[in-house]
C-alpha cells in the first residue's frame, strides 16, 4: 500500500523546557536538527538552549508519542518572540505541520502582549526565507560568521490577529 498525508497524524503539544528531556529525546532532537538544518548539535547544547515552558514551545508528537517536529521559541526583548528552532522531519514536511505551528506561535505571541517575531535563518535556505516572508517577515540585517555554512539573515516581522 502507498502512504499519503493521510497517513501522517500527528499532533503539536506544548514541549517540556529542554532541560529536563530524557536521553532519547535528545537524541532524537539532534537527528532532527542534523537532517533538517545540517547544523550538529552535542546533547548539552540542546538541553542548555534557553526555552521556557509556554505556548511558543511546541513539539509535533505522531500517533506513537515519538517527536516528528519543534517550534522552539522564547520571549525575547519587551514585545518579541524570538524562534530559536524550528524544524519537521521530512516525512512530515509540506504538509501544513509548519503553518499550524507558526499560527499557534502567533497566537502565544499575542496572548502574551507580543507582536513582533525575530529569528535567525541561513543564506541559503530559500524555502524558509521565503515561508517567513509570507507570514510577513523581512530580512533586517546580514550575519557573517554565525553559520559555519555561509552568511545568515535576520528576520523580523510584526505580527497581528487574523
Ligand atoms: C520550514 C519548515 C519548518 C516548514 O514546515 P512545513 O511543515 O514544511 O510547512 P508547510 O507544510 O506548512 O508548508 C509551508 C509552505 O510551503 C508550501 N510547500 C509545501 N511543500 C512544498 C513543496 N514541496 N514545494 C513547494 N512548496 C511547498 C506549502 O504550500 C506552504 O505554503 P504557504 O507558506 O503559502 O502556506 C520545514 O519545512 C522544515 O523543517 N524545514 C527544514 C528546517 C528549516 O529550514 N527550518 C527553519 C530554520 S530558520
Known amino acids: 500500500m502507498g502512504s499519503d498525508s493521510s497517513d501522517k ?6 514541549g517540556p523546557s ?7 529525546s535528545v537524541e532524537i532532537i539532534r537527528q532532527l536538527f542534523l537532517d533538517q538544518t545540517g547544523e550538529r548539535y ?3 547544547s540542546v538541553r542548555t538552549l534557553p526555552i521556557p515552558e509556554w505556548r511558543g514551545n511546541l513539539v509535533l508528537l505522531d500517533s506513537n508519542n515519538m517527536i516528528r517536529g519543534l517550534l522552539w521559541s522564547n520571549k525575547f526583548k519587551e514585545n ?3 524562534i530559536v528552532a524550528f ?3 521530512s516525512d512530515y514536511k509540506g504538509i501544513g505541520f509548519g503553518s499550524q505551528a507558526w499560527e499557534l506561535l502567533v ?11 525575530q529569528l535567525e535563518v541561513r543564506g541559503d535556505n530559500e524555502f524558509a526565507i521565503e515561508f517567513y516572508k509570507r507570514r510577513g ?4 540585517s546580514t550575519l557573517e560568521g554565525y553559520y559555519k555554512a555561509g552568511i545568515g539573515y535576520v528576520m523580523r516581522g510584526k505580527i497581528s490577529s487574523k
Open 80 to 82: 518579541r518572540v524570538r
Open 107 to 117: 497566537d502565544a505571541a499575542l496572548a502574551d502582549g507580543r507582536n513582533e517575531i
Open 9 to 14: 497524524i500527528a499532533r503539536w503539544c506544548l
Open 137 to 140: 517577515l523581512e530580512i533586517v
Open 42 to 44: 552535542a546533547s548539552e
Open 18 to 24: 529542554p532541560k529536563s528531556l530524557d536521553a532519547e
Open 87 to 89: 524544524a519537521i522531519d
